[in-house]
Structures are given as C-alpha cells and as structure tokens.
C-alpha cells in the first residue's frame, strides 16, 4: 500500500466527523430521575422509563438542555429557539423501546464551526502547503507561518439519549460473532448525549484529529462531559471518501468505527485513506459500508455493508412537546460560558508574552493552564513573571507533556511538581546556576522523585559554569581537536556550529554555559 | 361491625353512588372491608356471563379496606380522600403493582406491573378500594372488545351484544353494577362509545388533564384517561381524584378546578351548539338522531340557547386519525419484542427470527394490522404523503373547534351512530372504524368530550348516550350540561338484568 504521503499526490480525502459526547457532569438520566455513574453494577441504575416498560413516559432533563445549548454557543452554532424531539425507529435489544428519541431536521445547535490551528508535523500532512504564502487562503485554510488556520464547518449538534451496553458472551474479544448470547446493561441507557456533525470539510486525519482535540478541550472547559475516549462518554466516526485531486463531486464513503483514541483517530483514517486509493487504483469499487479499525492488526474490516439507506421511520416524538427557548434563556446559559481554551491563548499571548504557538499549547490541557496560571501568580509577586512565562512554557509543553503522555492518564495536578517547584527551577536557569539542559534533568527528578529543585541541584553538585577563561580554554581544545571541520565551517558549513557547541558541553559534562560557550565559539571562528 | 357474611347480603355495592357508600361507612352500616368482601364476592357469578374482569384484586383492595377501616374508627375518614370507601376497577392498560396488565394481549399475558400508573395510584390516594383489572380490545384497538385475547365483554343490557370498545370492560362493569366506578381511556371514542353502548357517563377529559404515566400508550397524542360512572356526581368526583399535573407526565397540565362545583348550576344561559352535518352524517340511526334531538330540547327547555356551529373539517378527521394513531401505535408497540418480557416464540436461533416469530404470535390481527400499516405510513417516501398532510388536518380541525367555541360553551353531538351491534355483526375493519366517525375528532382537537346516556333508543331499546364536547380545559362545561339532562333523565340505571341478579341466567 502507498504511504499517505503518495496517494495525497493523487487523490484528496474528504472526511467528515460525527462526535457522540454523553454528558456525564450531569446527574440524571436525559428523560428519567436515575443516577448517571459509570462502572455502577449492571441494571443498578434503571427504572420504567429507562427500561422503556410499558406505560412508561420520558420527562426531559432541563439541565441538558443546558448543556446542549452551552456546547453550541462554544463552538460558534446557532442556538435554534424552536426545535424538537423526535422517534428513531429501529428494534435492537439495547434500546428498549426500540426507538431512540432523538431530533429531527432541526437540532438544538446548528451552523457552527471550528477554526484548527495545523501546524509542525500536523500541518505536513497537508498537500503541497508550501504553495501558499502565509496569509494567503485556498478553500477553508489559510496558510500561517507556523502552518495553517483551516475553518471546519459544524452542521449541527443534537440532543438523544444513549443506548444500553450489549456484552456479548462466548464470541472472542466480546464480539457478536461466535457469542452464545448476549448481555445487556441499561445503566448507559437514556444517558444525556450529543451528537456533534462535522460538514465534510476535513482533508487529512491529523486535521480530523485535531478537531477532536480542540472540540475535546472545549467539552471539558464547558464541563458538560468527562470526554473519556476510553470509557466511550467521548467517541467518534469518521466518514471518509476520496476523490481526485482537482475534483469537486464527492466519492462513496465509508463509515469509520472504533477510533477511541486521538491515535487510533489518526491512524484508522490515515489506513482506511490508503486502502480506498488502493482500491480505487486497482480498478475496484468502494462500497458504502460501516467499517471498524483494528489498532493492533493496524488495518480496517468490514463491520455492515449498507446497500440502502436504513429508513429509521422518524416522526415527531407524541410524548415530548416542542421546545420554544427563550432569549432569555439563551442568554442565561450564554453568561454560564467560561473562558474558552481560544480565548485563554489569547489573553496567555497577550498578558504573558507568549507566542501564538506557545500559548495555544498551553492551554491544550486544562491542568497544564491551570498551573502555568499558578506560577505566573506566585511569580507576579516576585515581579519576574514575565521573564519566567517563556521558559515556564517550554518545560510544560515539551518536557512535562512528553511525561504526562508517557504515563498515561496522569494530570499534571497528581505529579510530585508544584509551581513553586517549577519557578525555583526556572529561576536557577535565569541566574546561570545550572543550564537549560540541566534544568531539563532536574525536571525529571522532580518528577520521579518527589524532591526540590534545590535539593537535586545540590545532591547531584550540578552547576553552570560560566567563568570564560575556563570556557575558552574547552572551546580551544575543541577546535584544535578538529581543525578539519573548523576548515569546512570557515568554507561556509556554518551548520556545524552545532557540532562544536555540542563537543564543548561534552567536554563540560553538560556544565558550560551554552550562551558563553556560542560567544566564544563565534569570536574564534570567524575571527 | 358487620361481618363478611352479612355484608354479603347488603345492597350490592357496586350499585350504589360514591355518597351513598360512603354515608354507610360514615354511619357505620358497614365497613371498608365489607364493601370489598361483598364486592368482590359478587364479581364471580355477576361477572361470568359479562366477562368484565380479567382479574381481580383481593390483597390489594383488603389492605386498602383495612387501611380505611383503621382511618375510619380513627375519626379521620374525611382525610382519606373523595373516593374513600368506593370499590374501582381499571382498564387493563394501566399499571398497577403486582397486578397483571395485559391489554388484552397474548403478548403481555403473564406481563406483572412493577410500578403503579399515575392515574390508578390517584384514584388509591383517594381512598378507592382496587377491585381488578378489566376487560378491552387488544391495545386498545377496536370498538366491540371483541378483539380481547381473552375473550369478549358482553353487554350487561344483551348479552347478545357487544359493550362497545375499546374500553367495554370498563363500560360493562359499571352498566352491570359490579363497582361504581371505573377508569378507561379514549384514544379515538374508546370510553364515549361504550359509555354510549352500555348507558353509562363516560368522560374523555381534555388532553393533558389526566396523566398517561403507566397506562400503556397507543396514540401517545390522542390517549386520554377518563371515568365511568352511573352518575354524573360520581364522575365529577372521581374526575377530581385523577385530574392534574404529574411530574411523570410532561404533556399533563396544572387543573385547579372542582368538576363538582358547578353540577346544580343547570343550564340555563349556556349556548349549546349543534353540528347540523353530523345530525344528517351518513349511517346515523334514526333513534340516535331522535335522542339526540331530544336531548337538546330538554336542554332548550331547561334555558339553554341552542346555536348551529359548522366543524368543516371534521370529516377529514377520520382520514387523520388512521394515519396518526397507526404512525405512533407502530412505534408505542415496538418495545414488545420478546426479549426481556412479553411472549417468547421459542427456538429461533437469530434475534431477528424471534422477533418476527413472537410478534406475529403475540399480537392479535388488528395490533398486526396497525403496526403494519404505522410502519407503512412513515416509511421513506410515503411519511410526507401521508403523515404530514394529517397534522395539517389536526391543526384545521383544531381551529374548527376554536371557531365553534367563540359561540357555544358546549356541544351536543351523538356519540355513535347507532346502539350497541351483535357479535360479530360488524366484520369489516373499516366498518367497524366508523363507530368512531362522531368521537374522533376531538382527540385529534385534543378538547374533553363525554357520553351522557339519555335512555333507551326506540327502535332497538338499547342504550343511548349524547355527546358532549366542552371547550380544551373547560371540561366542567360538559359536566354541567350532562347533570341538567341527568335532571331530566334520571340516574343511569344498572342493567335491568344484573340488577335484578339474573345476568347469569
């Protein structure tokens, strides 16, 4: 198979995202009094409504009216005052009513949209970006220095309740197939869900990936869902189709399942991309079909061929009267809406002096932001917060991210490091005690453990050394060492400073001040 | 305290007003036990010929007598509600714990209620004493209580005949003197038509005014809960235990009104309208006719002004209503798949084949009929022929009535074309569908109507009941105009038969 890379040379995806988030901060059931908990024993949490037992009528859940509406306001919908519920035919053991209520043609939320922000390796994936010239605009994107802006376009975002959990028993992996029966926990039945419509403007999987992202963000500073891709309350499919470069028209889809992981989002539509270009190369056909992606045989199967489209028989729900919200209820769940994760960039940006980019990474965790927000106060104090913002920033996004992506699951809140922690650290770099590279050290011991700053500088006798005479006298033996490559940088090869820099801090065993050390290194080679 | 064996020899119960009781219980001729003893002591032999019951209650209405008997001797009966004392049955659509409720369904037949619906656990807190549950038509469809999996309800007047339907138990049981009071509900005519069949007051309040929570849904948008009763007091008063807003059921609405109150006011003043196209509708029986003319004589006579109104639309609603009651009895009867409760067909080795193999089964021929023909009408293609046209009928009809109440505070209508037809006198569905012709409309107006029986027709001498349609929410209109004509035509009586004890002979 090619790599995505190639078949981009030749075909263009569109991909569209359905986003099913169950609104787990609330309470109660979408149209019943029982307890919303997940991992509660099975059919604990249950009554006539939820069972769907005859006689038995739904009472909607105000407060994920609210919910519904605040996650159309953050992400840029229309909140439609009039719109209403309706019945989704369709008989399977885990709804049991045999119809999900859910809406119609009109949904609570309509017509928003999402700007991403692709850039670094995310924006490589996009076709010959280089063409553009930043600030310059082709389709929904528009090129950036650090890569692009692309405006996703949300249909629309509805309101339903979830189905119960099947658990299908004596089939491998919990699967249907070869199973002897099947279970059903109704716990999850009724829960309060949303489900968010993408308009098919996505073009690669790191863009669909981050939509999640960035829509995930969002769910959690809302606080309407605990957006665990894992546990299923945050889950996605993907529809994907491909067409040729240059085209317009829109090729057969195929429905993307079982990518609950920001990877497994990436990957499943980076496989089924270049499965369908393989077919399509070959002569074949893509069928119209529900497809799950396998993470660990790495490749898509066929869950459903669809050859006509399900009629689902749906009709305005007889039980449910229709909603008219008020301007004034619009407006009171408007004033409800905290700071969005864009709206924290920008004040980060702007009252820290950080970049776009930095900032924007920031805030990717609200953890993350929460702290660099500590430590800008403890340091307001101090009067060095602006100073310290930068570096502060770089050890969050780069250092503690990769640790809290290594350790799965970990907040930044559950580690040994404290803001404090993390000013006496960055404190030492300002005052030359230790270098960038050392306090990058000392970071990880923090972490794994549990000790100051200050302790671990001590223990471990590290320090800066700044004293020239004895950098110069390194940056000396380094050169001599090498004059042939000193004979290549002054042809030109000024990459190589890199190579000396290096060679003098091994030399120092990681002591040196690198900033003396690129002085001294500067003065002599070009002198 | 009378004992059980005595109270046997009272009066039946069943026969007696909702104060007439209760002046025996306060007076201490009997206790709460004796009247639920004796009750259910009679049901068995005055019950076998008229097969109202499908079951009753023993426990249940024990317990609550001993709970009334301990209120009583405790000086606190008058706390125990406006139904304190009186025995009640229920339409075997609604929910009552412990109890099994069937619909008259082989689906549902070993079907045992885990919660109570709202409108029986009111009527409890009322202090009614639960008697059993009673015969209908399979889910609700039909209008003869022929369709009942478990047999028909025969008509305490001829047994011959049927009670009508969908509620004939409901119907029959009061008619035939076993309980006072009992509850039904009307989707298309279900409690107005065998009201009228088996002259008795049978009220369909306006939509909203009862809860639907528990009673098992046919039309979720037309379904209204109502009493039957003898007397039009007895209604009112159970009217006030049922009527108002439920949490558990978000379509039902605030009713701060006494429907008692305004019962002795007659009529003098109201404006009563009269649909002249329904008094010359196609198949209307001239006794019909005759009574209903009658009727609004006395009612002109009594000080009221009769006014024609014109209902244009109303012939339409016919149409509307087997578009909208199939659409959502298609969906209401989903949930009856087998799989957790319900009838099993056995043996099928895929879920789809124990579907279809239970449902074809367990649903009786119209059920099936209707399911199928929902499913038809909102599938693709045909939804937009079919579904969307009938709500704009709805909202015509609706407007109709609007239009009609600007000048009357109520109507007089018959109620079914004719009195009640033999077994199997009617075969053809869409025949059978035209019971309804005069009582659809106001479910699908949404607006309260109720069957007021006026005597016996001339021809047939069978019962006969007016229609009276009050204005949505103005239910106690009906009320008033229904208790001048009781004025008139006296206290229904029990079936001349079962009064006289000789139902099963």
Known sequence: ?527 | MTSAANAAQLAPFGQMSVKQIQHGLRTKEFSAVDVARATLARIPEADEQVHAFLETTEQLALDAAARIDDAVAEGRMNEMGPLVGVPIAFKDNMNLTGTRTTCSSKMLENYVSPYTATCVERTLRAGGIPIGKLNMDEFAFGSSTETSAFGPTRNPWDLGRVPGGSSGGSAAAVAAGLVPITLGSDTGGSIRQPASFCGVVGIKPTYGVVSRYGVVAFGSSLDQVGPFARSVEDAAITMNAIAGRDELDCTSQEVTVDFTANLAEDVAGMRIGIVPAFMEAEGLTPEVKAKVEEAAAKLEARGAQLVEVELPNAKAAMSAYYVLGPCEAFSNLARFDSVRYGYCDPGHKDLGAQYEASRAIGFGDEARRRIMLGSYLLSAGVYDTYYYPAQQVRTLITQDYLRAYEKVDCILTPVSPRTAFEFGEIADPTSMYLSDMFTISINIAGNGGMSMPVGLGADTGLPVGVQLIAPAFHDSNMLRVAAALEVEYGVAPVAPASASGKAGE
């Open chain 1, 1 to 527: 198979m090619k790599t995505l890379e190639e078949v981009f040379e030749t075909w263009e995806a569109v991909i569209g995202l359905e986003v099913h988030a169950e609104l787990t901060t609330l309470q109660t059931k979408m149209f019943c009094g029982c307890k919303l908990e997940f991992g509660a024993a099975p059919n604990t949490h249950t009554c006539p409504v939820c069972l769907g037992l005859p006689g038995a009528l739904p009472v909607p859940n105000r407060a994920a009216i609210e919910s519904i509406c605040l996650a159309g306001l953050a992400t840029n919908c229309e909140i439609q005052k009039h719109s209403m519920f309706y019945r989704k035919n369709y008989m399977y053991p885990d709804m049991a009513k045999n119809f999900q209520t859910t809406q119609g043609p009109v949904a609570f939320c309509m017509h928003g949209h999402l700007d991403l922000d692709v850039d670094g390796a995310a924006a490589k994936e996009r076709y010959r970006l280089d063409d553009l010239k930043p600030g310059e605009q082709e389709g929904n994107i528009t090129r950036t220095d650090e890569g692009y802006v692309a405006h996703v376009g949300i249909e629309r975002i509805h309101m339903e309740e979830d189905a119960g959990k099947m658990v299908h028993i004596g089939g491998g992996e919990g699967r249907i197939a070869g199973a002897t029966h099947s279970l059903v926990d109704y716990n999850r039945a009724g829960t309060p869900l949303i489900e968010l419509v993408t308009l098919p403007d996505l073009r690669t999987p790191e863009e669909a990936r981050l939509f999640m992202q960035k829509l995930r963000q969002i769910y959690l500073a809302i606080g309407i869902s605990d957006c665990s891709m894992e546990e299923g309350s945050l889950r996605c499919d993907g529809n994907v189709s491909l067409r040729k470069r240059g085209a317009t028209g829109l090729g057969t889809k195929t429905e993307l399942k079982n990518m609950n992981s920001f990877k497994n989002l990436h990957d499943g539509l980076a496989y089924e991309i270049c499965r369908q270009a393989e077919v399509l190369e070959e002569g074949g056909v893509i069928y119209q079909e529900t497809r799950h992606w396998d993470p660990s045989a790495k490749r898509t199967i066929v869950m459903r061929v669809k050859e006509t489209a399900d009629d689902y028989r749906l009709f305005p729900e007889p039980d449910l009267a229709p909603y008219d919200l008020s301007d004034e209820f619009i407006a009171s769940v408007r004033a409800k809406l905290p700071e969005l994760p864009d709206q924290k960039a920008q004040r980060f940006a702007q009252s820290y002096g950080l970049s776009a980019y930095d900032a924007r990474h920031l805030v990717e965790h609200r953890a993350t932001a929460a702290f660099f927000e500590g430590c800008m106060d403890d340091a307001a104090q101090a009067g060095d917060g602006e100073k310290l913002a930068k570096p502060i920033a770089n050890l969050l996004i780069n250092d503690v991210t990769a640790y809290l992506n290594e350790n799965e699951g970990i907040q930044l809140d559950a580690t040994p490091l404290t803001p404090e922690r993390m000013l006496a650290l960055v404190r030492a770099v300002a005052e030359d005690a230790i270098s960038n590279k050392q306090a990058k050290e000392v970071l990880a011991v923090v972490l794994a453990e549990d000790k100051d700053p200050e302790v671990i500088i001590e223990e471990r006798g590290m320090k800066q050394v700044s004293d020239t005479g004895a950098i110069e006298a390194v940056v000396d033996a380094v050169l001599a060492e090498n004059p042939d490559k000193v004979e290549q940088y002054r042809g030109g090869k000024t990459g190589l400073m890199g190579f000396f820099v290096g060679q003098c801090m091994k030399a120092m065993q990681g002591q040196g001040n690198p900033k003396v050390i690129n002085e001294l290194l500067g003065q002599k080679l070009e002198g």
